[in-house]
């Protein structure tokens, strides 16, 4: 556990340690600053939850700064790429940067490249080009789920192609609250791609599902492969919920279904 008032600085080549519930690259819990560390090592924590810098992002913790490069494998069943729930704290300008290897070992988790649960503030954070992400469940391409009062801002997906079968948005995959803001998916030729037939699934360059809060001045640019069934929208995939202010998508969509989204 980082305190209150601490600061902390480390580079991880290995994190294969198993907590009973899942493992982080530099902590558990953080209360303090976790400035400038990068992890690119292996993360093992088969069935339980992953996460490259913390597990848990306290109220008045920070993490500035930090990325995860090619790790040489993942096991997990959930992954945070930075942080795992980033509980009313804030993590600022930190990027992760998956490669094939990686994605292989976790194709049955659910992804947030950057953050899982969303309930403080994700600002200035990107996913690298030339990462992939492949697996049978569901990707955020920054957060997997936003809800309360959570802030999603300024942020990027950079990467080069994302599979997945559950719901998937290049930001957000599920909107349940907050706002999402100035912040775009920029993957102009590249597959992004959803590979489900399941009704309920839905896929959207800026967010997946979208139920409560705003998304406002956002952009998405991607190409979107989406299977017989799928629920899809340039914008939001399935929209239940929510405002949607001044944001935009140009797309190139590939499907046998009309549009159920924005």
Not at 25 to 40: A, D, F, T, Y
Not at 183 to 190: A, K, L, Q
Not at 236 to 244: A, E
Request: with cysteine.
């Amino acid at each position: 556990i980082v305190t209150a008032g601490s600061q902390i600085s480390a580079t991880v080549l290995s994190s294969t340690a198993v907590e009973s519930v899942g493992v982080a690259g530099i902590c558990v819990e953080n209360h303090g600053r976790i400035v400038g560390c990068s992890n690119q090592g292996s993360m093992s924590a088969p069935n339980r939850l992953v996460a490259g810098i913390c597990l848990i992002n306290g109220t008045r913790g920070k993490i500035e700064g930090c990325n995860i490069i090619s790790p040489t494998s993942i096991q997990a069943a959930r992954i945070g790429g930075i942080c795992y729930m980033n509980d009313r704290g804030h993590v600022r300008a930190c990027y992760t940067a998956f490669n094939t290897a990686s994605s292989q070992n976790a194709t049955n988790a659910d992804w947030g490249g950057i953050v899982y649960e969303n309930k403080g503030a994700v600002t200035n954070c990107y996913l690298m080009q030339n990462g992939v992400i492949n697996t049978t469940k569901s990707v955020g391409g920054i957060v997997h789920t936003n809800t309360g009062d959570a802030i999603v801002d300024s942020c990027r997906n950079y990467a080069n192609t994302i599979f997945a079968q559950g719901v998937m948005g290049g930001i957000v995959a599920y909107l349940n609250g907050g706002e999402v803001r100035n912040s775009y998916c920029d993957i102009p030729n590249s597959a992004f791609r959803f590979e489900s037939t399941a009704t309920q699934k839905a896929v959207g360059g800026l967010v997946g599902v979208m139920n409560d809060g705003k998304l406002k001045n956002c952009y998405s640019h991607v190409m979107i492969y989406a299977n017989t069934g799928a629920q899809k929208g340039s914008v939001v995939g399935n929209v239940t919920g929510g405002t949607i202010e001044n944001c935009f998508g140009w797309n190139n969509v590939s499907s046998s279904t009309p549009f159920y989204g924005a």
